[in-house]
C-alpha cells in the first residue's frame, strides 16, 4: 500500500466515523422525545403532521384522541368504564335476560337508527336491577367508536343546574350541554321529590332532543305510566323515542336480594 493509499484510507475511515457519529444523533433525539411524553411521536400531539410541500395531513392518532376528548367530557368516571355486557350477570331472572339483549340489540343497531325519531332506549328498575349498568355498557361502546355520550346523574345534574338559574348565561352553558350532546344518558330520571322547576328543565332537553332527533338512554325507577303523570310531553316524548327498546325489571323476581 502506496502513502497515497494510506492516506485515503484513513480519510475514508475518518468519513464513516462521521457518518456514524451523526446518525447517533437522531437516536438521542428519540430518548428525549420520549422523555417529552408525547401521546404520539407520529405528530407529537399536534394530531396533523406537516408534508414536505408544506400541506398539512391528518394524523392517523386524530379520532383516537377526539374520542378520548370525548370519554373526559362525558362524565363517564373510571369505575364506570369497567361496566360492560361481558360482566353484567344477566341470569337472575328472565327480565333481566330480554333487558340485556335489548341493550345488545340497540347498541348493535344504533348507527343505523341513529338519525331517526325512535333511536333512544329506556331502562325501568328498581335500584340493583343492572338498569344502569346496562346503560352504561352502551354508552362504553359509543364512546370507544368515538361517539359523544354525556353522562347526566339526574340528582346531581338537576340540582346544578337549579342552582345556576339565576346566572343564565352559566345555565344556558350548562343545559346545552345535555341538549346537544351527540347522545345523552340520563341516570335516575325524576328520583327523588320533583319541583316544577325540575319538569320544567328536564322539558327543555327532552323536547329539544326530541325534535332534533337526538338519541336518549334513560333509566329510571318510575315506570312509563309514572313518567306521563309526572309530566305528560316528557312521558310521551321519551316513550315514543325509546318505544323500540323499553326494558323494564320490575317485580318480585329480585326481592331474593331482600329474603335470600
Ligand atoms: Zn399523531
Do not use: W
Not at 494510506?6 to 422523555?35: G, N
Not at 329506556?122 to 355520550?149: E, P, R, W, Y
Amino acid at each position: 500500500m502506496s502513502e497515497e493509499e494510506k492516506e485515503l484510507l484513513k480519510q475514508r475511515v475518518q468519513q464513516i466515523i462521521e457518518k456514524a457519529k451523526k446518525q447517533e444523533k437522531p437516536s438521542s433525539e428519540e430518548e428525549s422525545k420520549s422523555l417529552m411524553n408525547y401521546k404520539c411521536d407520529k405528530c407529537r400531539d399536534m394530531l396533523f403532521i406537516i408534508q414536505p410541500d408544506g400541506t398539512a395531513k391528518e394524523c392517523e392518532c386524530r379520532s383516537l384522541r377526539i374520542a378520548e376528548e370525548k370519554l373526559k367530557a362525558s362524565g363517564v368516571s373510571e369505575e364506570f368504564r369497567k361496566k360492560t355486557f361481558d360482566n353484567f350477570n344477566y341470569e337472575r331472572s328472565v327480565e333481566v335476560m330480554e333487558a340485556f339483549m335489548k341493550a345488545k340489540s340497540y347498541s348493535k343497531n344504533f348507527e343505523k337508527i341513529r338519525v331517526t325519531r325512535k333511536n333512544s332506549v329506556m331502562f325501568i328498575g328498581q335500584v340493583g336491577s343492572g338498569k344502569t349498568h346496562l346503560a352504561i355498557a352502551i354508552s362504553n361502546i359509543l364512546l370507544d367508536k368515538g361517539i359523544g355520550v354525556i353522562y347526566m346523574p339526574y340528582r346531581d345534574s338537576i340540582t346544578n343546574l337549579k342552582q345556576s338559574i339565576t346566572d343564565s348565561e352559566n345555565f344556558q352553558r350548562e343545559i346545552s350541554k345535555y341538549k346537544n350532546a351527540q347522545v345523552l344518558l340520563i341516570d335516575d330520571l325524576f328520583k327523588g321529590a320533583i319541583t316544577k322547576s325540575d319538569i320544567n328543565i328536564m322539558y327543555e332537553i327532552v323536547n329539544y332532543r326530541y325534535f332534533k332527533s337526538l338519541p336518549i338512554i334513560t333509566t329510571s325507577e318510575k315506570t312509563i305510566d309514572d313518567l306521563i303523570e309526572i309530566d305528560e310531553a316528557i312521558g310521551s316524548r321519551l316513550y315514543e323515542m325509546s318505544k323500540n327498546y323499553v326494558a323494564e325489571i320490575a317485580g318480585e323476581k329480585l326481592n331474593y336480594r331482600i329474603y335470600g
